[in-house]
């Protein structure tokens, strides 16, 4: 009789793991109601004491130990503002990992400047800083990493190749609300950092942005570039600069104001449900978890990724592995590990004139990412946030389906 439940077994899994997503409260329904009742639905020119996306912006800074931090309609957007306050130039290049989601690299085509797509680090699945090292160029401006799935990049290695060659570093910390690179927050760390709050995320309105820095000029820019080119404290109908209204409403706030107050205790949960799943992890032959390097001090996950060795597993594939362990009852995906330069949009060369200007744009073909392509073909493993916001006997059944495989491999070969 089959064992597995892709074979027709009973599932080792038959309850919700977790917590459903998105969590609120009543923190939220009343900061609605009250944003309903006040009138004032959007930021404007009131007093910013009594704004509540002015209150984001600066809980949610101090939360990820930055200076200052600007809110934005989205992620996208985010990094597109955090490009334009910084300066970038037509046909200047900035270095994105293969690793993330398309944003990071359209953002940049988006201002008219030209990603360069490098590979990441199997042992973390982050930029790798050789892979930076070795794509800089002449009109190389700047390094953006992403700290994917929320787990902290190698930002000493950049922060060293930065200096070096005189580049800027914005981190898209859309995966990152709530992690931690040696005791400091994500986003905080290089010039610019950019967050998602959109749906998914670990803090959410639906959708959302915010940059932080630590600049003063740069937060002024951040400031203007997010309001049609306006400067702080001058006349509301005075414009400096060729800019769009990427303005965050009041009822966003309101809704991110709740999910704050609660990221701290959900990240401590998920980084130690993860904590005690990889030592679970280790003791399975055939999968293992991402090694943790010395400077992650909390990792709140978006994606947790786990690998998976075929060698070791009978031979049977990542994907055969992934349809089994979905049967019994544990959900499992691929995360944003499809290298990016492999959308249509790359491989078609899909963008109109607008985008690259007068810059030939680059060879997205030839722009090969071995360690990425293998881990999404082969290795990689993604298990979503809000599995992890339960107790460890979550994780207990997680390791239990794994290892029931594990055990009865056969059945799958
Ligand atoms: C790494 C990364 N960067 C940028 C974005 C863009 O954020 P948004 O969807 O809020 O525009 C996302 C969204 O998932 C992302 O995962």
Same mark, same amino acid.
């Given at each position: ?37 006040s009138?004032?639905w ?18 949610f800074a $101090?939360?990820? !130990? /930055?200076?200052?931090?600007? %809110?934005?309609?989205? #992620?996208?957007?985010? +990094? =597109?503002?955090?490009?334009? &306050? ?12 293969a ?9 940049c ?8 797509v490098?590979?990441?680090?199997p042992?973390?699945?982050q ?7 070795a ?17 902290? $990049?190698?930002? !000493? /290695?950049?922060?060293?190749? %930065?200096?070096?060659h #005189?580049l800027?570093? +914005? =981190?898209?910390?859309?995966? &990152? ?28 309105a ?13 937060a002024a ?26 303005r965050?409403?009041?009822?966003? %706030? ?12 959900? &990240? ?11 030592d ?9 978890p991402?090694?943790?390097d010395?400077?992650?001090t ?18 049977i ?9 979905n ?6 995906g ?7 330069q ?16 007068d ?13 990425c ?15 992890f916001?339960?107790?460890t ?6 390791l ?14």
């Amino acid at each position: 009789m089959a064992k597995l439940a892709i074979n027709g077994g009973p599932k080792v899994i038959d309850r919700q793991l977790g917590k459903d997503w998105p969590i609120f409260g009543d923190i939220e329904r009343e900061n609605l109601m009250q944003v309903l009742e006040s009138g004032r639905w959007w930021r404007g020119s009131g007093p910013s004491d009594t704004s509540k996306v002015t209150q984001f912006e600066e809980q949610f800074a $101090a939360f990820q !130990d /930055a200076q200052f931090g600007v %809110a934005i309609t989205n #992620g996208t957007q985010a +990094i =597109e503002c955090a490009l334009k &306050a910084i300066g970038i130039r037509p046909g200047d290049e900035v270095i994105v990992p293969a690793a993330t989601f398309v944003a990071s690299a359209t953002a940049c085509i988006l201002v008219n400047a030209i990603p360069i797509v490098v590979d990441i680090d199997p042992g973390n699945y982050q930029i790798s800083p050789a892979a930076v090292e070795a794509a800089i160029g002449e009109r190389t401006v700047g390094i953006m990493p992403v700290h994917y799935g929320g787990y902290p $990049a190698d930002m !000493d /290695a950049l922060r060293a190749i %930065a200096d070096r060659h #005189g580049l800027w570093i +914005i =981190e898209d910390s859309a995966h &990152a609300h709530g992690s931690t690179w040696n005791g400091r927050g994500c986003g905080s760390l290089g010039d610019i950092g950019c967050f998602s709050l959109q749906m998914g995320k670990t803090l959410t309105a639906g959708e959302g942005g915010i940059c932080l820095t630590n600049d003063e000029d740069l937060a002024a820019m951040l400031y203007s570039f997010h309001h049609i080119g306006r400067f702080e404290g001058r006349p509301f109908y005075e414009h400096h600069l060729v800019a769009s209204n990427l303005r965050m409403t009041e009822w966003q %706030a309101a809704v991110l104001l709740g999910g704050l107050s609660r990221l701290a205790e959900q &990240a401590e949960t998920r980084d130690a449900n993860a904590r005690y799943l990889e030592d679970g992890l280790r003791a399975i032959e055939g999968v293992s978890p991402i090694e943790r390097d010395p400077w992650v001090t909390r990792w709140n996950f978006y994606f947790y990724h786990f690998k998976f060795h075929s060698e070791a597993f009978g031979g049977i594939t990542r994907d055969r592995f992934m349809e089994a362990l979905n049967a019994e009852g544990l959900s499992c995906g691929l995360g944003h590990l499809h290298p990016i330069q492999h959308n249509p949009l790359f491989t078609e060369r899909n963008w109109g004139p607008a985008c690259f200007g007068d810059n030939e744009p680059p060879d997205y073909a030839g722009m090969p990412t071995p360690e990425c392509e293998r881990i999404h073909k082969e290795e990689g493993v993604s298990l979503t946030h809000r599995l992890f916001l339960g107790g460890t006997d979550d994780m207990d059944l997680m390791l239990e389906a794994i290892q029931k495989i594990r055990d009865n491999v056969d059945e799958l070969r």
